[in-house]
């Protein structure tokens, strides 16, 4: 057998390599490269746009691409811009919006007062979680006074409405149409294709009222892998990306022709403490052990060793511009594994053989669960600080989003690791949604501090002049950082994006959501 | 001969009722509440219980699952495999809108598995114990124990980055498909590939090779008219079977390369707790594998007379 032979085995080799450069030749050509004036392609997550109708938000949430634009806009510092509405009154707990003249919708049809009252409307019916239960509209909330006027009157007073409507969920839309087919808005981009899962194209909007922008287009391309985006930045299929992976952040930087930008903090990874759990996760109800918790973890490590130095040192539970000078008022956690020892001494925790600590029998363990974006490498870094003082740790990694929701609304957490994004400009939206007892989240129950607290939320919520909100909310956050001991700030995190080095004019905001891409200009 | 084919259609049924029950009970059975999920991707803000518990009773989820099971089945029965929670289309619409991207990746996959394997498989057995042979080995070795994600990165370096010749992700193109499909048919071909080497040896060892060296055949004649015909028997089997992987086995393939398939439908359908998407995926996936191995043996009579007249010497 070993002396068979085909006749010419030479040849048979040289047909598969044919077939293969045949292969290879048929790809030439269908590498996309970017560089082309005035065209960009992003690279984004996976597209989680909602497709349903009246509850569709295509093109505006989760990853709002300037079709549509709210009446007013959120600076990167938090405030509150004219865009749509060029100024605001408020009567009583009426508020009343004057509309920018002369400025049309992508299809040519004037912007009035109407579509105002459509777009809210719509929002009203298509509402089911709940969006409106803190901006408190109604179907009969919006009244057209004329074609430039109009009045939004709440179910109930709400004067932090102006903060609220500034956020990507509240963008005008053009009467009769539904953006779950084609949103329709005034923005510096229309839509000229959308494909599920794949991408969203845009051009430039001929008929903005502003300043045109310098992209003729502009296409998102969804690519959830965070490596394969990496990749197509790389190979120059996409001129940008978002999200950047923390850990790849550095290789970016170093490779030439890309660049690497980080934006301001715009959410803070914390650590949400279970105040009410019941046994075994019953252990966080002191005060002492909490405080020893945040104690234990060095913060600075983590974002230095662990997240490769992005990150910021920070006290609060949302960006420092929300709090303005009134941040100072919370002084969060040190790092001081001798003080948090004692406090476990003093509560009756001593030191067992292996490192551990017992009480009365009972080994002091906590169990930890966060959201599925945190790697195992922070998990245990938190782990092994809280070893040092002798409090073990359990971690329940969570595969995805979904498995995560359903453990924490179980109850069976002790620690649980977060970071909320800071998407509107009101100061006491945080505080009041996770921790206010009245708030209707299903986590609260978990995390309210009580009724000092909600006084303060209360009177945060009532207040007219932002000054004393953002105080509120200050004092809020002091009690919930400071005192009580029931969150602790981590660090902020700073989005990071990647891209070509000819993408130019680029400014990140703090809040994705809030991210300008009409400013944006590509070339040399 | 009809006989057989209808035994082994009727069979298939009670297999499709199997395949519908641990579908369904798997995907409800994982942690994850899909009102829960409906809910917070509609917006930013937790949801309340009502609200919640609004869209349970909207989406049924309140009925107990025997109950669900059996609205579903019997919407199954009549080609009607409910609506997606998450973009509340018809399942089968949506299927039916992400399977040719799944099934032009897996043609292409197993044109290229096949390209690879058969020469390989056919080489390695006619210089048995060669370096070629003991290559052909290393690398069926190294094809099937190399993770796909890992395989498909590392196409995408060479390929993408490096010679810039295919594009790392998507579908657009004429080449797009080629770095999917080879990441997936390089695993089949080297099943493939190990199966023709075995097969030629086993047929090459039979008499009527003997005897048509014997007539002064070239060994070329001998190898690809005589000896490859009856070795690719089993393989044309196997291939069947190897195509239904490559359908349902191109998950982890899609993700990496944002290839918009029915693999990727399911990963986002799983993450969302679609049940409707999930369990009409599986049952999907079955029915085309069942089908494909049905085709397989159906095929393997129809190519090896000698299984025909086997049986129709038992019948008779």
Same mark, same amino acid.
């Given at each position: 057998?070993?002396?068979?032979?085909?006749?010419?085995?030479?040849? =048979?080799?040289?047909?598969?390599?044919?077939?293969?450069?045949?292969?290879?030749?048929?790809?030439?050509?269908?590498?996309?490269?970017?560089?082309?004036?005035?065209?960009?392609?992003?690279?984004?997550?996976?597209?989680?746009?909602?497709?349903?109708?009246?509850?569709?938000?295509?093109?505006?949430?989760?990853?709002?691409?300037?079709?549509?634009?709210?009446?007013?806009?959120?600076?990167?510092?938090?405030?509150?811009?004219?865009?749509?509405?060029?100024?605001?009154?408020?009567?009583?707990?009426?508020?009343?919006?004057?509309?920018?003249?002369?400025?049309?919708?992508?299809?040519?049809?004037?912007?009035?007062?109407?579509?105002?009252?459509?777009?809210?409307?719509?929002?009203?019916?298509?509402?089911?979680?709940?969006?409106?239960?803190?901006?408190?509209?109604?179907?009969?909330?919006?009244?057209?006074?004329?074609?430039?006027?109009?009045?939004?009157?709440?179910?109930?007073?709400?004067?932090?409405?102006?903060?609220?409507?500034?956020?990507?969920?509240?963008?005008?839309?053009?009467?009769?149409?539904?953006?779950?087919?084609?949103?329709?808005?005034?923005?510096?981009?229309?839509?000229?294709?959308?494909?599920?899962?794949?991408?969203?194209?845009?051009?430039?909007?001929?008929?903005?009222?502003?300043?045109?922008?310098?992209?003729?287009?502009?296409?998102?391309?969804?690519?959830?892998?965070?490596?394969?985006?990496?990749?197509?930045?790389?190979?120059?299929?996409?001129?940008?990306?978002?999200?950047?992976?923390?850990?790849?952040?550095?290789?970016?930087?170093?490779?030439?022709?890309?660049?690497?930008?980080?934006?301001?903090?715009?959410?803070?990874?914390?650590?949400?403490?279970?105040?009410?759990?019941?046994?075994?996760?019953?252990?966080?109800?002191?005060?002492?052990?909490?405080?020893?918790?945040?104690?234990?973890?060095?913060?600075?490590?983590?974002?230095?060793?662990?997240?490769?130095?992005?990150?910021?040192?920070?006290?609060?539970?949302?960006?420092?511009?929300?709090?303005?000078?009134?941040?100072?008022?919370?002084?969060?956690?040190?790092?001081?594994?001798?003080?948090?020892?004692?406090?476990?001494?003093?509560?009756?925790?001593?030191?067992?053989?292996?490192?551990?600590?017992?009480?009365?029998?009972?080994?002091?363990?906590?169990?930890?669960?966060?959201?599925?974006?945190?790697?195992?490498?922070?998990?245990?870094?938190?782990?092994?600080?809280?070893?040092?003082?002798?409090?073990?740790?359990?971690?329940?990694?969570?595969?995805?989003?979904?498995?995560?929701?359903?453990?924490?609304?179980?109850?069976?957490?002790?620690?649980?690791?977060?970071?909320?994004?800071?998407?509107?400009?009101?100061?006491?939206?945080?505080?009041?949604?996770?921790?206010?007892?009245?708030?209707?989240?299903?986590?609260?129950?978990?995390?309210?501090?009580?009724?000092?607290?909600?006084?303060?939320?209360? =009177?945060?919520?009532?207040?007219?002049?932002?000054?004393?909100?953002?105080?509120?909310?200050?004092?809020?956050?002091?009690?919930?950082?400071?005192?009580?001991?029931?969150?602790?700030?981590?660090?902020?995190?700073?989005?990071?994006?990647?891209?070509?080095?000819?993408?130019?004019?680029?400014?990140?905001?703090?809040?994705?959501?809030?991210?300008?891409?009409?400013?944006?200009?590509?070339?040399? | 001969?009809?006989?057989?084919?209808?035994?082994?259609?009727?069979?298939?049924?009670?297999?499709?009722?199997?395949?519908?029950?641990?579908?369904?009970?798997?995907?409800?059975?994982?942690?994850?509440?899909?009102?829960?999920?409906?809910?917070?991707?509609?917006?930013? /803000?937790?949801?309340?219980?009502?609200?919640?518990?609004?869209?349970?009773?909207?989406?049924?989820?309140?009925?107990?699952?025997?109950?669900?099971?059996?609205?579903?089945?019997?919407?199954?029965?009549?080609?009607?495999?409910?609506?997606?929670?998450?973009?509340?289309?018809?399942?089968?619409?949506?299927?039916?809108?992400?399977?040719?991207?799944?099934?032009?990746?897996?043609?292409?996959?197993?044109?290229?598995?096949?390209?690879?394997?058969?020469?390989?498989?056919?080489?390695?057995?006619?210089?048995?114990?060669?370096?070629?042979?003991?290559?052909?080995?290393?690398?069926?070795?190294?094809?099937?124990?190399?993770?796909?994600?890992?395989?498909?990165?590392?196409?995408?370096?060479?390929?993408?980055?490096?010679?810039?010749?295919?594009? /790392?992700?998507?579908?657009?193109?004429?080449?797009?498909?080629?770095?999917?499909?080879?990441?997936?048919?390089?695993?089949?071909?080297?099943?493939?590939?190990?199966?023709?080497?075995?097969?030629?040896?086993? /047929?090459?060892?039979?008499?009527?090779?003997?005897?048509?060296?014997?007539?002064?055949?070239?060994?070329?004649?001998? /190898?690809?008219?005589?000896?490859?015909?009856?070795?690719?028997?089993?393989?044309?089997?196997?291939?069947?079977?190897?195509?239904?992987?490559?359908?349902?086995?191109?998950?982890?393939?899609?993700?990496?390369?944002?290839?918009?398939?029915?693999?990727?439908?399911?990963?986002?359908?799983?993450?969302?707790?679609?049940?409707?998407?999930?369990?009409?995926?599986?049952?999907?996936?079955?029915?085309?594998?069942?089908?494909?191995?049905?085709?397989?043996?159906?095929?393997?009579?129809?190519?090896?007379?000698?299984?025909?007249?086997?049986?129709?010497?038992?019948?008779?």
């Amino acid at each position: 057998m070993s002396d068979l032979r085909i006749r010419n085995p030479n040849s =048979a080799i040289r047909h598969v390599l044919e077939l293969a450069l045949c292969f290879i030749l048929l790809a030439c050509g269908a590498s996309r490269r970017v560089g082309g004036e005035q065209e960009l392609i992003v690279g984004a997550r996976a597209d989680d746009y909602v497709v349903e109708p009246l509850k569709s938000k295509l093109g505006m949430y989760p990853l709002n691409v300037q079709i549509c634009e709210p009446l007013v806009r959120i600076s990167a510092d938090y405030r509150i811009e004219p865009l749509l509405a060029t100024r605001w009154e408020r009567h009583g707990d009426t508020w009343r919006f004057f509309l920018r003249p002369g400025v049309v919708f992508s299809t040519g049809q004037p912007l009035t007062g109407e579509a105002v009252r459509y777009t809210f409307s719509r929002l009203v019916k298509g509402d089911r979680a709940g969006i409106f239960q803190h901006v408190y509209l109604g179907e009969n909330s919006i009244r057209v006074m004329d074609d430039l006027t109009v009045d939004i009157t709440p179910e109930r007073p709400n004067q932090h409405l102006l903060e609220q409507i500034g956020h990507a969920n509240y963008g005008i839309i053009a009467p009769g149409t539904e953006p779950a087919t084609e949103p329709v808005g005034t923005g510096p981009f229309r839509l000229v294709e959308y494909r599920r899962g794949e991408w969203l194209k845009l051009e430039r909007n001929e008929r903005y009222w502003g300043q045109h922008p310098n992209l003729r287009r502009l296409t998102f391309r969804f690519l959830p892998d965070d490596t394969t985006r990496v990749l197509a930045l790389q190979a120059g299929e996409v001129g940008m990306i978002l999200d950047a992976p923390r850990e790849q952040a550095a290789t970016l930087r170093a490779q030439s022709g890309l660049r690497v930008v980080e934006a301001p903090v715009g959410r803070v990874a914390s650590i949400f403490l279970n105040i009410h759990g019941q046994p075994p996760y019953d252990l966080l109800a002191s005060k002492d052990l909490r405080r020893a918790v945040g104690l234990a973890i060095d913060r600075r490590v983590l974002i230095e060793s662990v997240w490769e130095g992005n990150g910021e040192m920070i006290s609060t539970i949302g960006p420092r511009a929300m709090l303005g000078e009134h941040a100072q008022l919370v002084q969060g956690f040190s790092h001081d594994p001798q003080q948090a020892a004692q406090l476990l001494g003093q509560e009756g925790w001593t030191p067992s053989a292996d490192g551990g600590r017992v009480r009365d029998g009972r080994r002091l363990t906590l169990t930890v669960i966060a959201w599925p974006e945190f790697d195992t490498a922070t998990l245990e870094f938190v782990q092994a600080q809280l070893a040092s003082v002798g409090i073990e740790l359990q971690i329940v990694k969570s595969p995805d989003t979904a498995s995560y929701q359903a453990r924490i609304e179980s109850g069976e957490f002790d620690l649980d690791l977060e970071a909320p994004n800071q998407n509107d400009a009101n100061p006491i939206f945080l505080p009041a949604l996770r921790f206010y007892s009245k708030s209707t989240g299903k986590t609260v129950r978990f995390f309210a501090p009580g009724s000092r607290f909600d006084e303060i939320i209360e =009177a945060g919520i009532e207040a007219d002049e932002r000054d004393e909100v953002t105080r509120r909310s200050a004092e809020a956050q002091r009690l919930l950082i400071d005192e009580e001991a029931i969150i602790i700030p981590l660090a902020g995190l700073r989005r990071i994006y990647a891209m070509q080095d000819d993408v130019r004019d680029f400014s990140p905001h703090p809040s994705l959501l809030n991210q300008r891409w009409d400013i944006i200009s590509v070339g040399q | 001969m009809k006989q057989f084919v209808l035994i082994r259609i009727l069979s298939l049924f009670p297999l499709w009722i199997g395949i519908s029950v641990l579908a369904f009970v798997l995907s409800n059975l994982a942690p994850g509440d899909p009102a829960t999920v409906i809910a917070h991707r509609l917006s930013d /803000v937790p949801p309340s219980e009502e609200q919640i518990a609004s869209i349970r009773r909207e989406y049924h989820l309140d009925d107990p699952m025997p109950v669900r099971y059996a609205r579903w089945l019997g919407g199954a029965a009549r080609g009607d495999l409910g609506r997606s929670y998450r973009t509340k289309e018809p399942v089968f619409n949506e299927l039916a809108a992400h399977f040719p991207a799944t099934l032009q990746l897996a043609c292409v996959a197993l044109v290229i598995a096949l390209v690879i394997a058969l020469p390989l498989g056919v080489l390695a057995a006619v210089r048995r114990g060669s370096w070629l042979d003991h290559g052909a080995r290393v690398g069926a070795l190294l094809g099937a124990s190399l993770p796909s994600y890992w395989l498909g990165y590392l196409l995408i370096l060479i390929f993408a980055l490096g010679t810039g010749w295919l594009p /790392v992700a998507g579908r657009e193109g004429a080449g797009a498909a080629v770095l999917p499909a080879l990441t997936l048919g390089l695993g089949t071909s080297t099943t493939l590939a190990r199966l023709t080497r075995s097969s030629l040896l086993e /047929v090459l060892g039979e008499d009527f090779i003997r005897t048509a060296r014997a007539k002064g055949l070239s060994e070329w004649a001998v /190898v690809w008219r005589h000896a490859l015909r009856g070795a690719l028997i089993p393989v044309l089997t196997v291939t069947g079977i190897a195509f239904g992987h490559l359908l349902g086995g191109a998950v982890i393939v899609e993700s990496i390369f944002a290839w918009p398939g029915i693999g990727n439908l399911l990963v986002n359908s799983i993450y969302d707790r679609d049940y409707p998407m999930i369990q009409g995926f599986v049952l999907f996936m079955g029915t085309v594998f069942t089908l494909l191995s049905l085709v397989a043996d159906l095929s393997y009579l129809w190519i090896d007379p000698r299984i025909r007249l086997a049986k129709k010497r038992r019948e008779g």
